[in-house]
């Protein structure tokens, strides 16, 4: 990976912070990581560790068929003045996106041969509420306020606080399990607030969601984008820590992605 792919994973929690080297000094690579900072450092040695070698899984056959998609035409509520991302940070949010989706194909075959840890159960592919848990952890899914203990360490009880998706754990989910699990927790997004272990997830599953996307991926990521769009709308200040990652997600969906009505045109 490269220092530009830093920016993407930082407005993941989701407040836009600049990398302090300072911190550099207290990254304990055998802890699990305490903040996007942390999980950036982990994936870059992850990364680090893997052998230098690309192997490109292109299906000829999915880009010949020709799709019929049905999704909804409903655009994006616009940005309030000053809240929308500029087109330069877009093309580079789009950029560092697109290095991350390379590298974790790149190493995907070796992360998936490894075995997970003792604690790390994936629930079944059909388990919405097993893969809330998993995902956001049951403090967010049960909507209870952490101890302070939990506050002070937070990340050390993936049972509580969620699962961070690692690349141990992403690489080996199929692209049905990667669907699956984006629509579960899009479905949760729609009548809740946007949380950091939300962002950390669905930044993960769209960077491992394969393209052309099949008729229901393209429903889901237009329905994620309006979703972000309504809260951003409701947001009374540019400083509010939400704004960079729902920018984010509205960004991925709309340039990336090519949903181009849905993209901020600033």
Known sequence: MTDSMKSDVEELMPKLLPVDPCDADDFDPSEPPRNPQEYLRQVQLEASLCPDVVVAQIDPKKLKKKQTVNISVTGCQAAPSGFSPSLKWQQQQVSNFSEIRQSINKHRSHWKAKS????????????????????????????????????????????????????????????????????????????????????????????????????????LIRQLARRCSDIRASLESKEDEKLSALNLMICLVGRYFEQNDLADDD
């Not at 997970?116 to 629930?123: A, K, M, R, T």
């Open 116 to 219: 997970l840890d003792e604690n790390v159960i994936l629930p079944k592919l059909d388990d919405e509420e097993g893969w809330k848990k998993f995902c956001l952890g049951e403090n967010v899914y049960h909507d209870t306020v952490p101890t302070s203990n939990e506050n002070e360490q937070p990340g050390l009880d993936y049972i509580k606080v969620g699962f961070p998706p690692f690349l141990s754990i992403v690489s080996r989910l199929n692209q049905a399990t990667v669907s699956t699990v984006l629509e579960f927790l899009i479905n949760w997004f729609e009548d809740r607030d946007f949380v950091p272990q939300l962002g950390r997830w669905l930044y993960a599953l769209l960077a491992c969601l394969e393209k052309p996307l099949l008729p229901e991926a393209h429903s």
